[in-house]
């Protein structure tokens, strides 16, 4: 099973990302290890706001690619589940 991810950082950026291990990367996101992202070690205090599974990778890393498409609205009214704002963006 796949995880595609959402971090909020305490400067309110969003962080997007996609992993078979969702406890084990989130940890190497807040702990800034050496398998961390450029993004996250450059921010503090990551908490994870948003969460879909998959079953296969492929799936995961085009919804990855979508939701970076997507406006700062957008991504909100999904972490949100304001669907109906969502459509409307």
Avoid: C
């Avoid at 706001?49 to 990778?57: A, G, H, I, S, T």
């Amino acid at each position: 099973m796949y995880y595609l991810y959402i971090l909020r950082s305490l400067d309110n950026n969003l962080y997007i990302g996609q992993t078979n291990n969702l406890e084990k990367r989130i940890k190497e996101h807040i702990e800034h290890l050496s398998k961390g992202s450029k993004f996250t070690k450059e921010h503090i205090g990551f908490k994870l706001v948003y969460k879909e599974l998959f079953e296969k990778r492929i799936e995961a890393m085009r919804r990855e690619k979508q939701l970076k498409g997507w406006t700062r609205a957008k991504k909100e009214a999904l972490i949100t589940n304001n669907f109906d704002l969502l459509k409307r963006l």
